[in-house]
């Protein structure tokens, strides 16, 4: 009896992260988060990275511009999606993980099918750098955050411009949809934060959300609710159906690039300075803090199954955190890659 609850257990913990979207989601205390280990090198440094959908893939964008698709649980690498001259920064995979984006400084946006690596569609923009990117819920459209003082909607399927947003005078440095589809958001370099009603892109929200750039930026499980990372160190929640501060997080006290509501909305999971912290949004308390970094995170990745995530910036090594063991994940296998 013991053996089979055991083999339960390690059977389950594979389907997680997986992301099997069948699989009973187990319950996941934030307060509980651990630190698996620090593997992988994509790079120097990681600038960006992201989870596929499905939780098969992490693609981490390294300080030379290329991105690295790595195989979860094996962590081998499978494959490369060349940089460029100018510089990349962004990066998102579509909702059903068959292509990934990457945002060029020149302006451009690089798209290629994640299978096979091969350029489905090149996306020529202002000739302004692109920062951020971000696949609508339905991958119909693609927004993305440049420096031209304005975010730009693209068709995905026609590769053409539907709807440039403006970013009210100021360069767009963060973006991200709500996970119902119907609103967007932008971080601006002035600390202010966009919000856009996605059918018809009417803007619904301009706040005086922080004293420099926004970084970082998530919304909750139900859409009601925004958090944004500013450059001063500060989260900030937003309330959209009041429009209107829910309350300040203070205590990172460098640039905080990665911010995540838990399924539940009870608790945030920051990441920004050299540590990754976990926080009551009812008290606005700090509840857990890890520091297993020695230099600046750049970025928060988390796995669709909520169970696990990981960290990239100066260090040259990946960090990954979670709720289960390193064994369970494949991290350990990851050590020597």
Request: charged share 25%; glycine share 12%.
């Amino acid at each position: 009896m013991r053996f089979a609850v055991l083999m339960v257990l390690f059977v389950a913990g594979t389907a997680e992260v997986r992301g099997d979207s069948t699989r009973r989601r187990w319950s996941i205390d934030p307060r509980e988060l651990r630190f698996l280990g620090a593997m992988l090198k994509p790079g120097e440094k990681t600038y960006r990275m992201t989870f596929s959908p499905d939780g098969r893939h992490l693609a981490a964008l390294g300080s030379d511009g290329i991105v690295r698709l790595f195989a979860a649980r094996s962590w081998e690498k499978l494959r490369e999606f060349p940089g460029h001259p100018s510089g990349v920064r962004g990066l998102a995979f579509s909702p059903d993980g068959k292509l990934i984006a990457a945002g060029r400084l020149n302006g451009e946006v690089q798209i290629w099918e994640t299978d096979t690596g091969a350029i489905t569609k090149t996306l020529a923009g202002t000739h302004m750098g692109v920062y951020n990117l971000a696949f609508s819920p339905d991958g119909k459209v693609l927004l993305a955050g440049e420096e031209n003082n304005a975010a730009t909607v693209w068709n995905v399927k026609d590769g053409v411009p539907v709807k440039t947003l403006d970013g009210a005078g100021f360069q767009v440095y963060s973006v991200a949809f709500s996970p119902d589809g119907r609103h967007a958001a932008g971080g601006l370099s002035s600390g202010g934060v966009l919000v856009w009603k996605v059918d018809g892109w009417e803007k619904l929200h301009t706040f005086a959300a922080h004293g420099n750039m926004v970084r970082s930026l998530s919304f909750s499980r139900d859409g009601d609710s925004l958090a944004s990372g500013g450059s001063e160190g500060l989260v900030k929640i937003w309330n959209l159906r009041l429009g209107a501060a829910e309350r300040t997080l203070e205590g990172h006290n460098a640039v905080v690039f990665g911010v995540f509501f838990s399924s539940d909305g009870r608790y945030l999971t920051t990441a920004g300075d050299t540590t990754v912290r976990v926080w009551d949004r009812s008290t606005g308390k700090e509840v857990l803090r890890h520091e297993h970094h020695k230099r600046s995170i750049y970025n928060l990745a988390v796995h669709p199954s909520g169970r696990w995530m990981a960290t990239g910036g100066q260090d040259p090594e990946i960090r990954f955190w979670g709720y289960d063991s390193a064994r369970i994940l494949g991290l350990e296998s990851a050590v020597s890659k």
